[in-house]
């Protein structure tokens, strides 16, 4: 059914449905789509090879629903070898999304002889967001389709299966610095004991690949000898939490879903801030403190790339979730470990080497974007 939207209409058309048993069939599916009052409204119905369109119209009664403008039709279709594949979602998200990046994305499915099957716009502001379901026989090369497409045309993508379980508990799982935070934390300690531009050539070290994580967590940590544990609060109140971050555990607290830090910074800092976001799953690192002042040294194993992932494993059978129902989200080399064993991997801002790892990349500066790789819409995140 097609037409102008009316009151009724969907009453209408399934008492129409019902009448299908008397040539044997059986209703299949529905959907429906109304756009600025513009009414689609379909209704899939399994009958046996030998009823004509025309005995099925009657049965429906299907005449009596054209008027006002809506026009019923009845069309014989056959499956489709690739409507027996199974069904990925691709979600899409940029600050605007445009008809020619659409275009492009569509063409990329059709290419791999892939369909879709279903489109929701889940959110228009801040940014846009369209997921799709797309059923195609090889996900392998669907994937990978998009994915170029994806990247050459500027949008951050998600491809993941679907299914009931993306509305199943899960827990989600972020590092703190850039992600989670706006700032490093070790950058601000560094500040307060006047070490900053030693610690800065320590971590350009790191990233050039001359020392490993572990050997310049120490090195940077040992330029803070001596520093008064106070500072460890002044350095609380002055962390930034990323654009959308509160939203974000709001959102997932009222869905039922469990947050959770794993991180490279120091339990002394975050451990409060978290309470007071309700997050009561943490894992980082933590500072020797001997008579009030920090002795440049760790107390306890140091949570690196290896152990941000083993921290995402005990969180999740602490919860209870399957690590299909997990999420992670990071920036750095760090968190590649802990995206790759995660359910769904998400690269957040982050630099290629960690992009290539994840199954999908955000790169816009709101931490809740991440909602919609959930397929929770901009409507449901700002439910109350």
């Given at each position: 059914m097609s037409g102008p939207d009316r009151v009724g209409v969907g009453s209408e058309l399934f008492a129409a449905l019902a009448e299908v048993t008397r040539v044997g069939g059986q209703l299949s599916d529905v959907a429906q789509i109304t756009i600025r009052g513009a009414l689609v409204l379909c209704g899939e119905v399994c009958v046996d090879e030998n009823v004509s369109e025309d005995d099925l119209y009657a049965a429906l009664g299907a005449r009596d629903i054209n008027r006002d403008g809506v026009v019923a039709?009845?069309?014989?279709v056959t499956p489709d070898p690739v409507q027996v594949g199974g069904r990925l979602l691709v979600t899409l998200l940029a600050t605007r999304i445009s008809a020619d990046q659409l275009a492009a994305v569509f063409a990329a499915i059709a290419s791999v002889g892939a369909?879709?099957?279903?489109?929701?716009?889940?959110?228009?502001?801040?940014?846009d967001c369209y997921e799709l379901v797309v059923r195609g026989l090889d996900h392998a090369t669907l994937r990978e389709a998009v994915a170029a497409v994806a990247q050459e045309r500027g949008l951050d993508l998600a491809v993941q299966r679907a299914g009931l379980h993306r509305r199943a508990k899960h827990l989600v799982v972020m590092d703190a610095d850039s992600t989670l935070l706006q700032d490093e934390v070790i950058d601000l300690l560094a500040q307060e004991a006047h070490c900053a531009d030693e610690v800065a050539r320590i971590t350009e070290r790191a990233m050039a690949g001359e020392l490993d994580f572990a050997e310049s967590l120490r090195g940077r940590v040992a330029l803070l000898e001596g520093l008064d544990a106070?500072?460890?609060d002044r350095v609380r109140e002055r962390l930034r939490l990323t654009p959308g971050a509160r939203t974000l555990l709001r959102t997932l607290h009222r869905l039922g879903y469990v947050p959770a830090v794993v991180s490279g910074g120091f339990v002394e800092v975050l451990a409060p801030l978290l309470a007071e976001l309700h997050v009561d799953y943490l894992e980082a690192n933590r500072l020797e403190i001997?008579?009030?002042?920090?002795?440049?040294?760790?107390?306890?194993?140091?949570?690196?790339?290896?152990?941000?992932?083993?921290?995402?494993?005990?969180?999740?059978?602490?919860?209870g979730v399957p690590l299909a129902q997990t999420v992670a989200v990071?920036?750095?080399?760090?968190?590649?470990?802990m995206i790759s064993v995660a359910g769904l991997g998400i690269a957040f801002n982050a630099k290629p080497v960690v992009r290539?790892?994840?199954?999908?990349?955000?790169?816009v500066p709101y931490l809740d974007a991440v909602l919609y790789f959930l397929g929770i819409s901009r409507e449901e995140i700002e439910t109350q």
């Open positions: 039709t009845v069309e014989r369909t879709c099957e279903r489109i929701v716009h889940l959110a228009s502001y801040p940014v106070s500072v460890l001997v008579q009030g002042r920090l002795t440049g040294r760790l107390a306890g194993p140091i949570v690196d790339r290896a152990g941000k992932a083993r921290a995402l494993e005990r969180f999740a059978s602490e919860v990071g920036d750095g080399a760090n968190d590649i470990d290539e790892h994840a199954d999908a990349a955000l790169s």
